[in-house]
């Protein structure tokens, strides 16, 4: 065995978990070693879409533009989806400005959604790791065992390539690994709810010509509807490349080239020229791990939750672990961060995947397969009704999959022993429906400033405390002493905006490193220690919400 490698965190996985987690704690000036067993070659586009609450993150780590540069897809391409009873048939349904994608000024966010293959994102992320002399990559590098000893983590990694071992030592270790990951298997995690309730076909193929031939709405996707081959197709470049994916039957054996091919062609609808470049057959599941770390070592992404990709929630929900993980693991190894820090991981991400697992699993209840008539073909009165009343009925159905603004948004982690709870009732979600609201908990609104910024990218690295509309002074001088004391990073930033302190309802407000609010209030706190001791991690002396409004974190 080689030399041990000490690094302050091991992640294995550099799929867009691992890398986003990598780069949250590289840019916190944390050594991190990546290892992935493989070398992330091919094209298969496992997700498609970077939401609007990751390009943010994108935002902050400064490469959005990178990402919307790096999109196969011209920048002016309609962020649309059309349903049609086959590629060279009948329209049925178009739904505009999917996954908030069109080009456009939002005053809800300030990155609009990103239509963008994962292997994609992985080469933009990975390209900004390149540039941080504390973060490196290892590719062909299997994890083979893990050991925790007292306040480190021991681990044997498989360099494949060489034909030999090498150990890594460090402080914490993260799984990023996927759905078959083996950082769970060695720490003996299972994951429970519905294995394998559906199984999927996908193809990549070269069709030269078809994005200018056939005669749909251009798009990103289009659902094809029809008796013989229901599926799911879309340009994946400018030039000649697509994506197929169709359910397959129950008991159907994995397609091979010739069946997979007639499949993309009976979609198609017309006979064109394609070939099949890669295939893959995959299972949609329902499941989420029964705990989220063991000590030390702890999973994100497809390694603690899967479910179906309907409403692109995978990728998106693994890059929200990453980051959860990753700002908290900064914060305890520069040592302003308390044991309550990494115990809040799960307490605040697992209520976050069961809904989004629900949502998803709504979302795939409903797709091509569900929607065949043997009608809508039909060029007769008979056929345009049919396909009338199957569009109202689609654009009414997957509206909650498209244009889920309330659900990317509007969770909360006020639950959540770091938060601070100010006595306000909770709203319920709407999916549909985003509010923005700065009830401890819920996502920071955003606002675009008079000078034409987002208020986003006046936040700091560490704790914001947002000073709105000219609000008190001697609140701030209270709240940032306590965190002086206390060793937390708190940048303030003064907002006179009176539209800003309307929006936040309160006079001041404490945004956490990942845009989520941890403390609002009208005055300063009587404590001001405990706040900012809750917040950190501490734990000691947090303040209980009737204390917490008795010291003036109430608002108006």
């Not at 908290?328 to 991981?345: C, N």
């Amino acid at each position: 065995m080689r030399d041990e490698i000490v690094v302050d965190v091991l992640i294995a996985g550099a799929g867009p978990v691992g890398l986003s987690c990598a780069l949250e704690l590289g840019l916190r000036g944390v050594r991190v070693l990546v290892v992935e067993q493989n070398d992330r070659g091919g094209k298969q586009p496992r997700a498609k879409t970077t939401n609007i609450r990751s390009m943010a993150h994108m935002r902050r780590w400064g490469i959005a533009q990178r990402i919307r540069e790096a999109s196969p897809l011209p920048v002016d391409y309609p962020a649309d989806i059309v349903f049609a009873t086959r590629l060279f048939g009948h329209p049925i349904a178009h739904f505009e400005n999917v996954f908030f994608g069109k080009r456009e000024r939002n005053p809800f966010f300030p990155e609009k959604g990103q239509w963008i293959p994962q292997y994609t994102v992985e080469a933009v992320i990975r390209e900004r790791l390149a540039e941080l002399s504390n973060v490196e990559i290892r590719f062909n590098a299997a994890l083979n065992a893990l050991r925790e000893e007292g306040d480190r983590v021991r681990a044997t990694v498989a360099d494949t390539a060489a034909g030999n071992e090498f150990a890594v030592d460090a402080a914490y270790v993260v799984g990023a690994d996927g759905g078959r990951s083996t950082t769970r298997t060695l720490l003996g995690i299972q994951l429970e709810g519905d294995y394998a309730y559906m199984a999927n076909y996908l193809a990549i193929y070269r069709a030269p010509g078809l994005l200018d031939s056939h005669p749909q709405a251009k798009a990103v996707s289009y659902w094809l509807v029809n008796a013989d081959s229901p599926a799911v197709t879309g340009p994946m470049d400018r030039g000649d490349t697509w994506f197929f994916s169709t359910q397959l039957p129950k008991g159907q054996a994995p397609y091979d080239l010739e069946t997979g091919a007639r499949k993309i062609r009976e979609a198609i609808g017309q006979d064109v020229e394609f070939e099949i470049l890669e295939t893959d057959t995959w299972q949609a599941h329902r499941l989420i791990a029964s705990t989220y770390s063991k000590g030390r070592i702890f999973l994100a992404g497809d390694a603690c939750h899967l479910h179906p990709p309907m409403g692109g929630y995978g990728m998106n929900q693994g890059i929200g672990d990453a980051v959860d993980l990753g700002w908290k693991i900064a914060a305890v190894l520069q040592g302003w961060g308390g044991p309550a820090l990494l115990a809040s991981y799960e307490q605040e991400r697992k209520p976050v995947h069961r809904m989004f697992v629900q949502e998803a699993t709504e979302n795939y209840a409903y797709v091509t397969h569900h929607m065949v008539n043997p009608t809508l073909e039909r060029d007769d009165e008979e056929g345009r009704q049919s396909r009338a009343l199957l569009g109202e009925k689609i654009m009414q159905a997957k509206q909650r999959e498209f244009k889920a603004i309330g659900t990317v948004l509007g969770y909360t982690y006020a639950p959540s022993p770091l938060i601070v709870p100010d006595g306000t009732p909770q709203e319920p979600l709407d999916p549909l429906v985003y509010v923005p609201s700065a009830r401890p908990g819920a996502l920071a609104p955003h606002l675009w400033l008079d000078d034409g910024s987002s208020l986003y990218d006046r936040l700091g690295q560490g704790y914001t405390l947002l000073v709105l509309g000219g609000g008190s002074r001697h609140g701030a001088q209270a709240l940032q002493a306590a965190a002086e004391q206390a060793g937390l990073p708190l940048a303030t930033v003064e907002v006179d905006s009176p539209q800003a302190a309307e929006l936040y309802g309160c006079a001041l407000a404490i945004v956490r490193p990942d845009q989520h609010i941890a403390w609002r209030g009208s005055r300063a706190p009587d404590d001001a220690g405990a706040v900012i001791r809750t917040i950190a991690g501490w734990g000691e002396g947090s303040p209980s919400e009737s204390a917490a409004v008795a010291a003036g974190s109430s608002v108006s």
